[in-house]
């Protein structure tokens, strides 16, 4: 056997080699993607589900009280939704998690297992707005906010009492509810 051919039996050998490991390396991979999509369905899983326990949480003990800010409410709701249309075939939804409402006024609460400053200024600037234009009955209300969270971070705390945001949050087995200096929006 001739050189040439040794070499060309060598580089046949290892281009077998390499197709059997990158064959390997694809089915390792998808073997990941699916169990990375398997991971993200679990994880969002339990996401949704602190969620929906923060929010039976927080309504039960809104319910009871029928109170935020000091102000009395004769009806608390929970998972308050509208969808209209804007134009270009667009719409505009909307999903509050607690609602107060009386004859005048109207409490939002915004749940979420972990309070961040982004959700109080979301709260603020953004879904105040959207409430009015989901629900024009309420449009002439007093509006009173607050969020409620398993936890809240030190800025989301710090933006919701130079906003006068309630802040609803686990004290032990207790809800502790800052509502003393809320704004009406």
């Not at 005048?104 to 982004?118: A, F, T």
């Not at 087995?173 to 003393?180: C, R």
Request: hydrophobic share 40%; proline share 1%.
């Amino acid at each position: 056997m001739e050189q040439w051919e040794k070499e060309l039996a060598e580089i046949r050998a290892i281009m077998a080699e390499t197709a059997k490991k990158s064959a390997e390396t694809e089915k390792l991979t998808a073997d990941n993607a699916k169990a990375i999509a398997e991971l993200s369905k679990n994880i969002g899983g339990i996401s949704r589900k602190n969620g929906k326990m923060a929010e039976e949480y927080f309504f039960n003990s809104l319910n009871q009280t029928k109170t935020l800010g000091g102000v009395h409410f004769d009806e608390v709701e929970r998972n308050l939704k509208n969808r209209i249309p804007i134009g270009n075939g667009k719409t505009l939804d909307g999903e509050y998690d607690i609602a107060l409402i009386n004859k005048n006024s109207l409490g939002i609460v915004e749940v979420k297992y972990s309070i961040e400053k982004e959700d109080v200024e979301n709260l603020v600037e953004k879904q105040v707005k959207n409430f009015k234009l989901l629900f024009p009955m309420y449009a002439d209300y007093k509006f009173y906010l607050a969020v409620g969270g398993m936890s809240i971070d030190k800025q989301a705390e710090e933006a919701a009492k130079k906003l006068g945001v309630g802040i609803l949050k686990l004290n032990g087995d207790a809800v502790e509810i800052q509502d003393k200096k809320l704004k009406v929006y």
